[in-house]
């Protein structure tokens, strides 16, 4: 089931998630509909906080090529182990403040520790889009937005164009 994306700003998108404490049917289920809900939008990333839920949930695929098959991971409680010296810049985007786009510098790679959906520990390396894309998803349990790293006028400008779509779209 699709779920409705919160649209900044909004203080749901401004707090910290506290972490899962176990992975019940219906935390499955909410992975599950952001999964359904990002591929829709369509998008490679989601964070509860985003569908309005405080828990420590994200979601990702960032397989680009159509032609290749799916790749979805659900993580629960996921954490930055390491990050590489080296950074990369990225044009990011992000569905709770659609249609806006600017280049973040992170680290080129991280090492993430997260629970699966059946509770099982994993740890994986990613870099490239996938790294970006999991950093991004992370920020979004600790509040944290994209243009965060902005400059302050290039972030009210795009606040602002987001109050205006804000409402028009409850006009509509
Ligand atoms: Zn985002």
């Known amino acids: 089931m699709k779920r409705p994306i919160l649209i900044h700003p909004d203080p749901r998108l401004k707090k910290v998630c506290p972490p899962v404490a176990d992975i019940s049917d219906e935390l499955r289920a909410l992975?599950?509909?952001m999964l359904e809900t990002m591929y829709d939008a369509p998008g490679i990333g989601l964070a509860a906080p985003q569908v309005g839920v405080l828990d420590r949930l994200i979601v990702l695929d960032c397989v680009k090529d159509e032609a290749a098959p799916a790749q979805p991971m659900?993580?629960?409680?996921?954490e930055v182990l390491a990050v590489s010296d080296?950074?990369?810049?990225?044009?990011?985007g992000c569905l709770s403040i659609p249609d806006q786009y600017a280049e973040v510098e992170r680290p080129r790679e991280v090492r993430i520790g997260w629970l699966d959906r059946d509770g099982n520990p994993q740890e994986q390396d990613f870099d490239g889009l996938w790294a970006t894309c999991v950093q991004h998803e992370i920020d979004h349990l600790n509040g944290k937005l994209f243009i965060d790293y902005l400059k302050p006028l290039r972030r009210q400008m795009?606040?602002?164009?987001?109050?205006?779509l804000k409402r028009e779209k409850a006009r509509a």
């Open 158 to 164: 795009i606040t602002r164009k987001m109050q205006k």
């Open 74 to 78: 659900v993580m629960f409680n996921p």
């Open 31 to 33: 992975a599950d509909d």
């Open 86 to 92: 080296e950074l990369n810049v990225y044009e990011e």
